[in-house]
């Protein structure tokens, strides 16, 4: 027979739950609070990654190992917060990849969504599906999940760019997949540029023509600095600006005017000088590039000061306010295009 417990709630509880453990029984009673909390409670935290600290580390690196050995060299930036896990934020990957001259990194595809942000280096290449786009500094590329892609450095100097991917959200789902092509770099498709000159200008080839290459749902894969510098630029000249986030544009995919990739967004700021925003909050976590300019970050209570390419994080639900003290440019990703499509998007402005 059993052994009667005391009358004692607590007591009876505790035995109640070492008796359903191993029969993969838990209480939500006592994890109700944590699965449902009244508003978001990241576990990552405000941070900031010099790049000239991060840059020589790299370097050191490039010493040591090849693109071929590490197939990419990258160096991740993982949130203090979340230690271990390869993470910025809990949805999004961060990482900082150098190709030194005359180095590839082989070909390979992914289930994962992957955007370059050019830090550093002027002609180097991404080839998507057999297409180079040749790089420039604050360049946005894309390498959508399932494309093939490799890199490659033709020129006499070191490239560097921010690696942004949605790695943990695939993570969560537990669905990703990925396999190397048999050669190092794809064989070519189009000429270097092909893409930008027939999707990126609200054109496109006609359906099922020769010239219709790219998929249908995600056919632009390069956005250059020059353009996006222009038309922010002439934004900034000619709009009032935002309160709360000063002069900003989104990167859009042209095949349905939505984020440029399923699970990622992206969009660019300016600040004019002596500009500071309103307070800010929204549930999608943010990585930051600084493109120019110098100012401070106030992410709740924490102070982080900016300076150009330094790379910030603002996690979710912690109120942003920004302060430019020469005039601020601020590239953007998120884990957004997610959040909208799953009806979870929510931002409050102060």
């Known amino acids: 027979m059993d052994k009667v417990l005391p009358n004692d709630q607590q007591a009876q509880l505790a035995g109640l739950y070492r008796a359903m453990a191993p029969e993969g029984l838990t209480p939500l009673w006592e994890a109700l609070a944590a699965l449902v909390p009244p508003q978001p409670s990241s576990p990552a935290l405000p941070n900031a990654w010099s790049y000239a600290t991060a840059r020589d580390f790299l370097m050191r690196a490039g010493d040591l190992i090849s693109a071929a050995q590490a197939e990419r060299r990258v160096l991740i930036l993982e949130n203090p917060g979340l230690a271990g896990q390869s993470s910025i934020t809990p949805s999004l990957y961060a990482g900082l990849q150098l190709i030194l001259p005359g180095e590839v990194a082989p070909c390979h595809r992914h ?105 249908a749902h995600q056919p632009l894969f390069h956005y250059p600095y020059a353009d996006w510098r222009a038309s922010l630029d002439q934004m900034a000249a000619q709009a009032a600006i935002d309160p709360w986030l000063g002069h900003a544009l989104e990167f859009v995919n042209p095949a349905d005017g939505g984020p440029v990739m399923p699970t990622v967004a992206a969009h660019v700021r300016l600040l004019p000088a002596g500009f500071a925003t309103k307070p800010r909050r929204s549930t999608d976590g943010t990585v930051f590039v600084v493109v120019e300019g110098s100012g401070e970050a106030m992410i709740g209570d924490r102070a982080l000061a900016l300076s150009a390419r330094d790379i910030f994080v603002v996690p979710s639900w912690h109120a942003l306010r920004l302060r430019a003290d020469t005039r ?21 402005r102060v």
């Open 111 to 215: 289930t994962q969504c992957a955007l370059r942000f050019v830090m550093e280096g002027e002609g180097a290449y991404t080839t998507v599906d057999g297409e180079k786009a040749v790089m420039h500094p604050f360049d946005l590329v894309l390498t959508p999940g399932g494309q093939w892609h490799d890199h490659g450095n033709p020129t006499a100097e070191p490239m560097i760019w921010l690696d942004g991917l949605d790695i943990p959200t695939v993570r969560h789902f537990d669905a990703g997949f990925a396999e190397r092509l048999d050669v190092d770099v794809h064989p070519e498709t189009a000429a270097p540029g092909s893409t930008l000159a027939q999707y990126g200008r609200n054109l496109r080839p006609f359906p099922g023509s020769a010239a219709d290459r790219r998929p």
């Open 328 to 348: 601020l440019v601020l590239f953007g990703y998120s884990d957004k295009a997610a959040q909208q499509k799953l009806n979870l998007f929510r931002e409050e």
